[in-house]
């Protein structure tokens, strides 16, 4: 079977590597595409918003049998609403069901009526009483906007004056470009962060190695929020009875309530949890893998990656057993110089031997026979070892055989 790719970043790359595992894959398609991709996947120059474009492709290849689209855009817009519109076999889920993403007034509104744990909020889509509601809300705080922003539409204000920066960045100058003037101001939740990604075919859930990443861009957890600049997987932080009561009170209630809703998501579903001194929250969902978390979590997956996206979309997840690695992943992006601010691009990348470790791309092309920069996020070096230790050493040794001009990467991935 041919397999279609949607996305062009990191994520897309480890799925792409995963699906080359499987006996039953033949051919992998990737749009956008990226240099490192490219080396294993053929790529294909249409942008992830256009549907009429992969539509077209997708009728002129029949021996496509499955379209996997990754990234949360197209997801909310309704990609795979279109797919099987027309016919196509598509893995992630539909629009009214990535909804639980693409708003997080939808989704904090979905865990109040099911009481599943999150921080208290309030939402706004007038500029002036979210203001007022600053002036007297006690700090720090959370200003969030609603809609898709890239990962990067969450601010942690400590005083009034940064909350109203943040206000007037999404309500009013609409800096993230998601073209939505709500926001949700949330209280500030203390604790240490795990992300859960799990596969669930609207019924069942079944859960991949917890991990961790690091949103801040500098070493200590300092400067701006990133998409993420490293992962680790699994955490040693999350417990069995972590995981006992998230399976109990956040995983399965969420699934059932989307399903109530005649919102049945299918695909996989991302938990942003955070461990409190009264107990694991949810601080975000996601509607498809996390990235740079996937480069670490698939990397210790053991069972076809294909099996289980068939498993997920003909609804007998339940049937399917999913194996993983003992081991432990750390993923370290090297990111370029600016990031997650302006940037330029095609500066020169250099790779040489990594030996056992795998360097997955996200913002990388090919120019005049150079591999170069192409996005913020270049790459990422993915290490397995037997602990946490072992693979943050194998992972910084490994990418001190990368160098990207102007670029620059945490050095404290793993140990905080």
């Known amino acids: 079977m041919d397999i279609f790719v949607i996305g062009g970043g990191g994520r897309e790359h480890a799925i792409v590597h995963a699906l080359n595992q499987s006996k039953r894959v033949e051919k ?5 595409s990226n240099a490192g991709i490219n080396t294993e996947a053929e790529g294909v120059p249409l942008a992830v918003s256009d549907f009429e474009g992969i539509l077209h492709f997708l009728a002129t290849h029949p021996n496509i049998g499955l379209t996997v689209v990754a990234p949360d855009n197209p997801l909310a817009d309704g990609l795979v609403n279109e797919l099987e519109a027309k016919g196509f076999r598509a893995f992630g889920p539909r629009a009214e069901a990535a909804i639980i993403e693409a708003s997080k007034k939808f989704a904090k509104q979905l865990m109040k009526d099911n009481h599943i744990p999150t921080a208290a909020y309030e939402s706004f889509t007038d500029y002036g009483k979210a203001l007022a509601y600053v002036e007297s809300a006690p700090y720090p705080l959370v200003v969030k906007a609603d809609g898709l922003a890239y990962g990067k539409g969450v601010v942690i204000c400590n005083h009034f004056d940064e909350a109203a920066r943040a206000l007037d960045d999404i309500m009013r100058r609409d800096v993230f470009g998601n073209r939505n003037p709500c926001v949700v101001i949330e209280e500030f939740l203390c604790g240490r962060e795990v992300s859960v990604l799990a596969f669930t075919d609207g019924k069942t859930v079944k ?3 917890s991990s961790q990443d690091h949103k801040r861009a500098y070493d200590g957890d300092k400067g701006p929020n990133t998409g993420g600049m ?14 006992a009561y998230a399976k109990e009170a956040i995983f399965l209630p969420t699934v059932q309530a989307m399903a109530a809703m005649g919102r049945k998501f299918k695909g996989v579903l991302y938990f942003g949890l955070i461990m409190c001194a009264d107990g694991l929250k949810v601080l975000e969902y996601n509607a498809r893998f996390g990235d740079p978390e996937t480069q670490a979590v698939l990397s210790l997956l053991k069972t076809d990656l294909l ?13 399917i057993n999913i194996e993983w690695s003992n081991q432990t992943a750390v993923t370290v992006v090297y990111a370029s110089g600016g990031y997650p601010g302006s940037y330029a691009k095609g500066k020169a990348v250099r ?5 056992d470790c795998f360097v997955y791309h996200a913002g990388t092309a090919v120019k005049d026979g150079n591999l170069v920069t192409n996005g913020g996020r270049v790459l990422a070096v993915t290490a397995r070892g037997n602990n946490l230790s072992d693979a943050r050493t194998k ?5 001190e055989h990368v160098r990207i001009e102007d670029g620059f990467y945490r050095k404290d991935i793993g140990t905080i």
Do not use: Q
């Open 307 to 319: 099996d289980i996206f068939e498993a997920v979309i003909d609804e007998r997840l339940d049937e």
């Open 28 to 32: 992998v398609y990737c749009a956008p």
């Open 207 to 209: 859960t991949m190695p």
């Open 230 to 243: 490293g992962a680790f997987c699994p955490s040693p932080y999350y417990t069995k009875e972590m995981d």
């Open 395 to 399: 992972a910084y040794a490994a990418i």
């Open 351 to 355: 790779i040489a031997d990594t030996g």
